[in-house]
């Protein structure tokens, strides 16, 4: 009967430790910690990883991206070519311009406060995803409008009510008040393309990408920009936004 027991008790600590061994196999392993979460802490870390990134990525473009890069720089000097054609005899009257004016910086605080709206609703009610969007959005309109600013410090051009819409480049006196690019634009792309990517929404995206269009077509409407500065500042708002969610979200990594 002894011999029985012990080969019983034998026979259960075997089978006792074989299913702990199957269990912590099947057990997922701990979450690796993750230094480019969109967070307020990691926020000023992240935004200076990004701008060295974004500076950077010409030397780590591929030949797929240098082809893309190409397109985009001949086809903004070709509508940049009509800028002045454009303004010039296609000139609405002083009220239709009064409105498209008020209507794009409308839109535009509409928009750059989405990431607010999504980042406070998210924290209230402590939805992650949220909150990630919100951040995220929120970082990549200061990442677009550093960059931005940039281009206008260096292209220092007119604006198209000065000097019957010729658009001269490199002029004194421009500084941050240069046409090139459109900081609007910049922020409603880089904002819409963040919160577009992030919601499985149809309308969500359809919404967001509408007002971020509906940006850009009034600062030209408004003769605060020509449309080869909104068509620039537009495209560098979305790269940037794209950016962002590469490196910060893990379904882009």
């Known amino acids: 009967m002894a011999r029985r027991i012990c080969t019983l008790l034998v026979v259960s600590a075997c089978l006792v430790?074989?299913?702990?061994a199957q269990s912590d196999a099947q057990l997922p392993n701990a979450p690796t910690p993750w230094p480019n979460a969109p967070t307020l802490r990691n926020l000023p870390r992240n935004l200076l990883h990004d701008q060295g990134g974004i500076w950077t990525s010409p030397y780590r473009a591929s030949e797929g991206d240098a082809v893309m890069g190409l397109f985009f720089i001949a086809s903004a000097g070709a509508l940049g070519s009509e800028d002045t054609n454009i303004m010039q005899h296609h000139f609405l009257n002083l009220s239709t311009a009064n409105h498209a004016n008020s209507a794009?910086?409308?839109?535009?605080?509409?928009?750059?406060?989405l990431p607010i709206a999504y980042f406070g609703i998210g924290h209230l009610t402590h939805n992650t995803a949220a909150e990630q969007t919100g951040m995220l959005a929120g970082e990549a309109m200061v990442d677009a409008v550093a960059v931005n600013e940039v281009f206008k410090i260096a292209s220092r051009r007119e604006r198209p009510t000065l000097d019957n819409a010729r658009g001269h480049f490199f002029q004194p006196g421009v500084g941050f008040e240069s046409s090139f690019a459109s900081n609007h634009s910049v922020l409603a792309w880089s904002s819409a393309t963040v919160i577009a990517s992030e919601s499985d929404h149809r309308l969500v995206k359809i919404a967001a990408y509408g007002l971020a269009t509906g940006v850009s077509v009034t600062r030209v409407i408004g003769r605060d920009h020509f449309p080869s500065d909104v068509y620039v500042g537009s495209a560098v708002g979305w790269m940037i936004g794209r950016y962002v969610l590469r490196h910060h979200t893990r379904e882009f990594e």
């Open 17 to 20: 430790a074989n299913v702990r």
């Open 104 to 113: 794009s910086t409308g839109l535009t605080g509409l928009i750059a406060g």
